[in-house]
């Protein structure tokens, strides 16, 4: 097994900088899910790491060795593609076979390999067949198969379940991490889908422009998220964001909201008088009696059933629109006029101008690989 | 509708065996003529029932032809064997230089390599006539004239610059993240070539060796001014039948049916995999 390092590294293309002096280290045997949206610089990182195309800076560490001149064969790394990009004119099986058959393995050894990670993976019956006849929920799990079956250390996965319906994904989110789990691989995941990043990641690290905004654990990363960016990406129904302009009282730091005084809980101090922006989660917020202290007065203006729950869109006096959501079989308003609570402990503060949440005391700035 | 769909269906048939008799007529003639003496030939108005006679080719392959004015020699298996060896070998060349140097410009994008791919194709646009005087004269001085090997280079011009077109397109057409899949499973980039981008391309490549093996075949000025009688091909072989005393229409056609056939043949034989090599680009993998 193997952990994985890459320091400051950059990468170019043209004049366009794609990776800004990056470092990330990913423990041995953990899950790091690369997220953000694309153009982030997530698939150039995979090939970087998988050695397909070299850095213009930097360093590339597996296992504690230096690979960043080494050639993509001797890296010991499976990767599975968002494309697929299986081998046409081959089955399935030999498809598979082909990491085993580059080490050289026996051909008993080659067909005991590939049908028992073709049992895991459930494709055993298409093993026969060649790409084109096969399914996109088989192609992807022969892609996962192929990348499995020689058990690298180090296991890049992008964005496997880009390209299948979404009931295969929602199979494949329950499934993997076992499977990852089971393998004791050290596994790089990318993918766009927040909730697949919370599924599956021991850590996720928020991309975009080339450089880490944020590394965390999935509930860090929704917790405390670094700033408004991130704190967008994670959640659905989105956060709700508002201008606010923090004061202080004899029972602390609180904000305005429709008149009602709401107090947070925090080292917020440093924001009093502030162009600030609070970001409240919809499952933060709950119908609450008038008499309730600090309720807001609502307006319902929609209630959308969800099933497991139910999201209300409710307007303020002043006119904002709030998502609400709530399990399905609470309590709640439907139509008109309703009242809200907050959770101050759980509302996220954020400066307007930066963006940047106020106290994330904790965040680290990977820019230049230290805390600030 | 039905009476619609049947007319259409007869206007179309007319269509194609119109055309169909446009384009195999001169064949169809010709086959019939390499059946036929000169006088049956040259009889006005022409007959198409005959008594068909195979001194043509018995003439053609024991290489004694009889004119009025006497037997000739002519070297016409000879030539047919020329034709064969010349262009087989070339394309064969061609093949192991273009198909490495395609892969080559298709994957690895370096400095000048657009301007060098683009010299090789420059020289298919060099009129044939405006460099055969100065490649006559440098291969006189190098003792390539009227060699194999100097026709085999010159064929080059031909076959080089097509196949190294045709075939950097299907291998610029294979994804690359296929390729780096297999260097990713633990191959060198060599067997990836060998067991990724071959097969991938295969259809391409004969495709583009067959286009080749026709052009070599059909060429006939590089021949005719740098090789003589026992290195021509049948292109210039064929002149030989302007005798003296006469053309020899009953033997030129027979020739002509000799010569066509292997790349017929090989045309036939290779057309599903110009069919297949036309289509696959268009399949996502």
Redesign the interface.
């Known amino acids: 097994m193997a952990s994985l390092e890459l320091r400051n590294v950059v990468k170019r293309y043209k004049s366009q900088t794609v990776l800004d002096n990056l470092s990330l280290t990913v423990a041995d045997g953990e899950t790091l899910v690369l997220f953000g949206p694309s153009g982030a610089g997530k698939t150039v990182l995979l ?1 970087l790491v ?3 195309i070299d850095p213009d800076e930097g360093k590339i560490f597996i296992g504690g060795e230096d690979m960043t001149d080494l ?9 599975a ?1 968002q ?1 697929f ?5 081959m089955t399935a099986f030999d498809n598979i076979a ?2 085993l ?3 050289r393995s026996s051909q008993s050894a080659i067909k005991a390999g590939v049908q028992n990670v073709a049992k895991l993976l459930k494709i055993g019956h298409v093993l026969s067949h060649k ?2 006849a096969l399914s996109n929920g088989q192609k992807q799990r022969t892609a996962l198969a ?1 990348a499995l079956v ?1 058990s690298p250390p180090v296991l890049l996965l992008d964005d496997p379940l880009r390209n299948v319906d979404a009931k295969l994904r929602f199979e494949m989110r329950l499934e993997l991490p076992r499977l990852l789990a089971d393998r004791g691989a050290t596994v790089v995941y990318v993918t766009q889908d927040y909730k697949e990043a919370m599924a599956l990641g021991d850590r996720i690290a928020v991309m975009s422009q080339g450089v880490i905004k944020q590394l965390g654990t999935p509930e860090q990363i929704y917790r405390e998220p670094a700033n408004i960016e991130i704190a967008r990406l994670f959640g659905d129904p989105t956060i709700n964001l508002l201008d606010v302009k923090p004061s202080r009282d004899a029972k602390g730091i609180y904000v305005g909201l429709s008149n009602v005084q709401v107090h947070l809980t925090g080292a917020y101090d440093a924001t009093v008088g502030r162009d600030c922006v609070i970001g409240l989660r919809p499952e933060a917020l709950s119908f609450v009696d008038e008499s309730t202290p600090a309720a807001i007065p609502v307006t319902v203006e929609a209630e959308t059933p969800l099933n497991e729950k139910i999201v209300t869109l409710v307007r303020t006096v002043r006119g904002r629109e709030i998502l609400v959501s709530r399990p399905a079989g609470t309590p709640g308003q439907s139509e008109g006029r309703a009242h809200i609570a907050v959770d101050g402990k759980s509302a996220l503060l954020f400066d307007r101008a930066s963006g940047d949440r106020i106290g994330s005391k904790n965040v680290i700035n990977l820019r230049s690989g230290e805390a600030a | 509708m039905e009476h619609t769909s049947l007319l259409e269906r007869i206007l179309r048939g007319i269509a194609l065996t119109l055309v169909v008799i446009f384009f195999m007529f001169p064949i169809v003639w010709i086959f019939m003529m390499s059946f036929q003496t000169n006088e049956t030939i040259l009889r006005i108005p022409p007959q198409l029932v005959f008594k068909p006679t195979l001194a043509n080719y018995t003439a053609l392959i024991t290489g004694k032809l009889t004119t009025a004015a006497g037997t000739l020699d002519i070297a016409f298996m000879r030539n047919l064997w020329n034709s064969v060896f010349l262009s087989v070998t070339s394309v064969a060349v061609a093949l192991l230089l273009g198909v490495p140097a395609a892969y080559a410009f298709a994957r690895h994008k370096f400095r000048g390599s657009e301007d060098i791919a683009f010299t090789l194709l420059s020289f298919r646009f060099a009129p044939a006539l405006l460099v055969l005087l100065p490649l006559t004269l440098y291969f006189q001085k190098l003792g390539l004239a009227n060699t194999y090997i100097g026709l085999i280079w010159v064929y080059q011009l031909i076959c080089l610059p097509l196949i190294l077109w045709i075939v950097r397109g299907y291998f610029e057409d294979i994804p690359a993240d296929i390729e780096y899949a297999y260097r990713i499973a633990g191959h060198s980039w060599f067997a990836t070539f060998r067991k990724i981008a071959l097969p991938l391309a295969g259809p391409g490549i004969a495709a583009a060796g067959l286009l080749a093996f026709i052009f070599a075949w059909n060429n006939f000025v590089f021949a005719l001014v740098l090789a003589s009688a026992d290195k021509q091909p049948v292109t210039v072989g064929a002149l030989a039948f302007i005798t003296s005393s006469g053309i020899q229409y009953g033997q030129i056609s027979a020739a002509i049916v000799l010569s066509i056939t292997p790349t017929l043949a090989l045309a036939l034989y290779a057309q599903r995999y110009l069919v297949e090599g036309l289509s696959l680009g268009a399949v996502k993998g």
Not at chain 1, 71 to 79: K, S, T, W
Not at chain 1, 85 to 89: K, N, R
Request: aromatic share 10%.
């Open positions: 090939r998988a050695g397909v050639d993509a064969e001797f890296r010991g790394v499976g990767m593609f494309n990009a299986l081998f046409p004119h082909t990491p058959e580059a080490s790409p084109r192929r020689g």
